[in-house]
């Protein structure tokens, strides 16, 4: 039996959602199953392909968008702006609660996957409690602070900056099927995993001092600008490092995977109720998406003009006063 497990790429909850499914199916159907795991990316339009399912005899989609493919089998997700193409709301309630399951409210894909599967199927994820007590944090931002979102002490955080660098699927693969049998900190001392981390850790530092020197603050917003700069992979919880008093942050970068970047958040360690804006919302109207929380919109490199568009109105938006 052929499993492809098609979940949101260069994420740490992605991975971590993927993993779990798998280690799920793997008690529904036996050890012996072929899971195939598949990184997806945001673009415009329908970012899924008849490939990502060809050959399955099952498949899913874990912490990224709905896909109408008459191959899905499975779907488990959590972004508000899961259903982005006509139609994909209404075909994904006509099948809700069967094997499809969506909750905007849950902090991260690989705890809500980890509820339901448990409710409704009677699988004990109690062996994984590490990997999902990790993913919550992670993709909610639960953070302590901004020093312990931004200076990567706990292991957790250099396999989230793994998983955000890694680009050769067989290895993602391997990352993903190991994080539900070793123990993180031990993952992370891995030599093939510290070979892509610690040159990682090393562009983190000088990110930093990069947005330090470009990054201006608003009207409550702290804004950078890296488009005449190296593509790079960047976290966005720096700007709330650099200035904890700014309610958003926004940026814009160039993208390894060959596309540019916009990158919008609310600053998670501001009482949520502060919060006047679904970010969300922000970046649909751009093409974009993600959580009322923090969301970002991808766009070609001959797209400047629909970037700096995208940038200024909600740059603007957030900056009124009406918002603060």
């Known amino acids: 039996m052929r499993v492809h497990v098609l979940h949101h790429g260069r994420c740490f909850d992605g991975a971590a959602s993927s993993a779990l499914f798998g280690a799920f199916m793997r008690e529904r159907h036996g050890s012996e199953i072929e899971l195939v795991y598949l990184a997806k990316h945001h673009r415009r339009g329908d970012p899924f392909e008849d490939a990502d399912f060809a050959g399955?005899?099952?498949?899913?989609?874990?912490?990224?968008?709905?896909?109408?493919?008459?191959?899905?089998?499975?779907?488990?997700?959590?972004?508000?702006?899961?259903?982005?193409?006509?139609?994909?709301?209404?075909?994904?309630?006509?099948?809700?609660?069967?094997?499809?399951?969506?909750?905007?409210?849950?902090?991260?894909?690989?705890?809500?996957?980890?509820?339901?599967?448990?409710?409704?199927?009677?699988?004990?994820?109690?062996?994984?409690?590490?990997?999902?007590?990790?993913?919550?944090?992670?993709?909610?931002?639960?953070?302590?602070?901004?020093?312990?979102?931004?200076?990567?002490?706990?292991?957790?955080?250099?396999?989230?900056?793994w998983i955000q660098t890694a680009d050769d699927p067989q290895a993602i693969s391997t990352f993903i099927e190991e994080l539900v049998?070793?123990?993180?900190?031990?993952?992370?001392?891995?030599?093939?995993?510290?070979?892509?981390?610690?040159?990682?850790?090393?562009?983190?530092?000088?990110?930093?001092?990069?947005i330090r020197r470009l990054g201006r603050t608003k009207g409550g917003v702290f804004s950078y600008d890296l488009l005449d700069e190296p593509p790079r992979i960047l976290s966005h919880f720096i700007p709330y490092y650099l200035a904890p008093g700014a309610h958003y942050s926004l940026g814009v970068y160039g993208h390894p995977d060959g596309d540019l970047r916009l990158s919008v958040g609310f600053n998670p360690w501001f009482d949520r109720e502060l919060r006047r804006h679904d970010l969300a919302q922000l970046c649909e109207r751009h093409g974009g998406g993600g959580h009322p929380f923090v969301a970002g919109a991808s766009f070609a490199l001959d797209q400047i003009d629909q970037l700096r568009a995208a940038q200024a109105d909600i740059l603007a938006t957030l900056r009124d006063p009406a918002s603060r």
């Open 56 to 161: 399955a005899d099952e498949a899913a989609v874990v912490d990224f968008r709905y896909t109408q493919h008459p191959q899905l089998t499975w779907y488990f997700d959590h972004h508000r702006s899961a259903f982005q193409l006509p139609g994909d709301r209404a075909h994904f309630e006509a099948r809700e609660g069967t094997q499809r399951f969506h909750d905007p409210t849950a902090p991260s894909c690989t705890g809500y996957l980890a509820k339901i599967v448990g409710e409704r199927f009677g699988f004990d994820s109690s062996a994984h409690a590490e990997l999902i007590h990790w993913a919550e944090i992670i993709d909610s931002a639960g953070f302590s602070s901004p020093e312990a979102a931004v200076l990567y002490a706990d292991p957790a955080m250099h396999l989230a900056a």
């Open 181 to 210: 049998v070793t123990p993180l900190a031990r993952l992370a001392q891995a030599d093939w995993v510290r070979e892509i981390v610690e040159p990682r850790l090393v562009s983190h530092r000088q990110d930093i001092e990069l």
